[in-house]
T-cell receptor
């Protein structure tokens, strides 16, 4: 148990659906992250939030929309996804955003887009 | 070519064997992380190091900054060590390797 909780664990959606992934941490961390893990590829950083402000957006398509209402919660809103967006989406947090910070990961949401 | 390369990609071992997983990188780094990902998907940070060697239980991580190389060793391996082990380097941002899938059989 890392202290980072993600829901749902599994999600199947059609290309026209709208869904949201949720991440929650009660570690008192100030930075939260969304990562994408596709089969046989390295983890890809999608978004970084520090103190509820987005500080990094790594050329992610607009069909992925993050939201950080407070330092404990992070959402990833999904709409009109493509089959190639099927992947494991991992949330992580760290005490601060920056060099040398240890990351605490959630268990991920396995997303399948049909 | 990925900036972080791990070898081997897949590894099988008998319980009790000594295991080594290697990570080589081609960029300047401020730190290197070893992560463990179990079949359920969750990732646990094992080590963060910038020089020398760290030990935690049966796990040992070493890094050679001059050679841009790190190793993760598991002594007296056990089936519960079966997981994907991921190397990641901090070079401005975190850059991840593709992981080494380890299976330890009883």
């Amino acid at each position: 148990e890392t202290g980072v909780t993600q829901t749902p664990r599994h999600l199947v959606m059609g290309m026209t659906n709208k869904k949201s992934l949720k991440c929650e941490q009660h570690l008192g961390h100030n930075a939260m992250y969304w990562y994408k893990q596709s089969a046989k590829k390295p983890l890809e950083l999608m978004f970084v939030y520090s103190l509820e402000e987005r500080v990094e957006n790594n050329s992610v398509p607009s069909r992925f929309s993050p939201e950080c209402p407070n330092s404990s919660h992070l959402f990833l809103h999904l709409h009109t996804l493509q089959p190639e967006d099927s992947a494991l989406y991992l949330c992580a947090s760290s005490p601060r955003q920056g060099f040398g910070e240890k990351l605490f990961f959630g268990s991920g949401t396995q997303l399948s887009v049909l | 070519k990925n900036e972080v390369e791990q070898s081997p990609q897949n590894l099988t071992a008998q319980e009790g064997e000594f295991i080594t997983i290697n990570c080589s990188y081609s960029v300047g780094i401020s730190a290197l992380h070893w992560l463990q990902q179990h079949p359920g998907g969750g990732i646990v940070s094992l080590f963060m190091l910038s020089s020398g060697k760290k030990k935690h239980g049966r796990l040992i991580a070493t890094i050679n900054i001059q050679e841009k190389h790190s190793s993760l060793h598991i002594t007296a391996s056990h089936p519960r060590d079966s997981a994907v082990y991921i190397c990641a380097v901090r070079s401005g941002k975190l850059i991840f390797g593709t992981g080494t899938r380890l299976q330890v059989f009883p």
